[in-house]
Each structure stands twice: as structure tokens, then as C-alpha cells.
């Protein structure tokens, strides 16, 4: 099985920049995935890194490093609405399953 | 609809009595997961299927869990004799299958509550 490892909260000022961390230890590690959830609402899709380095989405990026088990997920010109959990999620494929299991998320606050 | 659903959207019940929570997964979707996530807790994962059947059925959290697909659309997760502890959102997601990079896509989830 997996171990993921993320912060539980962060707090950050609008048009800031926030890096959220996220380190996993797996034995066959086939992806990882950033989801972002509002309060009360389902999980919705950031980003995937499969290989290592950056992966840049718009105002998201994200980063892999298979060889220490980590990633990050960097969020630029916070806004308002970037007040969500982050979720980590690393996908498995040593068993035949390719299920991917999640972190416990990351509670961003952005304040004025 | 385009995405995901779930039925019913809230669900309040009494400690003993069964539930069924219903999922309709994207059109096209082979694949289909639940997870349970509690307050403060990341998603647990319950069961997947792959088609109708079920090849992964080790994070039912117990035997009061089961949970069908037919018809490779549809499907029912059964909780027997509900208990306090079981009271948590139930999401469905789907993805188009399991293997190949594939996000999955979420549904709004059933919130469960067991008094």
C-alpha cells in the first residue's frame, strides 16, 4: 500500500504564490494526482505527473520526483476562490490494482 | 447529464436499518469507484469495478458493505444494519478505465447520516 504524507492546513494572502507538499512511499508507482475540492462539493481533477519534473497548468503547476517520493503542487496569483483541500492521490499498479489512494487533503485558506 | 451523479444527494437514517446508495456513472465509463470520506479524513477507498465485476472488494469496511454493478452502468452500494460509525459522504467516480492515465471524474456524493 501507499503512505501519503501532506500537510493538514496552510494559510496564504491573495496573489501570493503557495507550494503544497505531498510525499508518498509506494512500491510501484504508476502516477500521481492533484485534486482540488470546495467545501461540500465533489473532487475535481488538477493535474497528473507520471515522470519526473514540472507540469505547468495556467496558474498550476505541479512536481514530481519519483526517486524521493515527492511532489508539489505550486498555486500563483492566489485568489479568493483558491480556498480549497488539495488532495495528493498516488496511484499503485504493483497487486494488478490501479486504484489510487488519497492523502488526507490539505486545507488552503486564502485571506486578503 | 453529463457527469456523474448520485442519489440520494442526503440520506438521514436510523442505527439498524439497511441504505442503498445509487451511483450513474459517465456513459462509456468501464470504470467505477466509491469512496467514503469522513470529517477531516481523506477519501477512503471502498470498492472499484471494472465492468460488472468487482476485482478489488478489499476496502469494504466490513461485511454490512456490499455492492453491485449491472449492466456496466448502474451501480448500488448496500450498507446492512447501519451503524454511527458508517454515517460519512459516499462519492461514486468513474474514469474510462483503470490502467491507462485516466482522471476520474467525481460525483457530488451522498451525505449519510446514522442517528
Known amino acids: 500500500g501507499q503512505n501519503i504524507d501532506q500537510p493538514t492546513e496552510m494559510t496564504a494572502t491573495e496573489g501570493a504564490i503557495v507550494q503544497i507538499n505531498c510525499t508518498y512511499q509506494?512500491?510501484?508507482?504508476?502516477?500521481l494526482f492533484w485534486y482540488q475540492q470546495h467545501a461540500g462539493e465533489a473532487p475535481t481533477f488538477l493535474s497528473y505527473n507520471v515522470l519526473d519534473g514540472l507540469e505547468e497548468k495556467g496558474r498550476f503547476s505541479s512536481f514530481l520526483s519519483r526517486s524521493k517520493g515527492y511532489s508539489y503542487l505550486l498555486l500563483k496569483e492566489l485568489q479568493m476562490k483558491d480556498s480549497a483541500s488539495y488532495l495528493c492521490?498516488?496511484?499503485?499498479?504493483?497487486?494488478?490494482?490501479?486504484?489510487?489512494?488519497f492523502g488526507r487533503g490539505t486545507s488552503l485558506i486564502v485571506h486578503p | 447529464g453529463a457527469g456523474v451523479s448520485q442519489s440520494p444527494s442526503n440520506k438521514v437514517t436510523e442505527k439498524g436499518k439497511d441504505v442503498e446508495l445509487r451511483c450513474d456513472p459517465i456513459s462509456g465509463h468501464t470504470a467505477l469507484y466509491w469512496y467514503r470520506q469522513s470529517l477531516g479524513q481523506g477519501l477512503e477507498f471502498l470498492i472499484y469495478f471494472q465492468g460488472n465485476s468487482a476485482p478489488d472488494k478489499s476496502g469494504l469496511p466490513s461485511d454490512r458493505f456490499s455492492a453491485e454493478r449491472t449492466g456496466g452502468s448502474v451501480s448500488t452500494l448496500t450498507i446492512q444494519r447501519t451503524q454511527q460509525e458508517d454515517s460519512a459522504v459516499y462519492l461514486c467516480?468513474?474514469?474510462?478505465?483503470?490502467?491507462?492515465?485516466?482522471?476520474?471524474?467525481f460525483g457530488p456524493g451522498t451525505r449519510l447520516t446514522v442517528l
Open positions: 492521490a498516488v496511484r499503485d499498479q504493483s497487486g494488478g490494482s490501479y486504484i489510487p489512494t
Open positions: 467516480a468513474s474514469s474510462p478505465n483503470t490502467r491507462s492515465y485516466n482522471e476520474q471524474f
Open positions: 509506494t512500491s510501484g508507482f504508476n502516477g
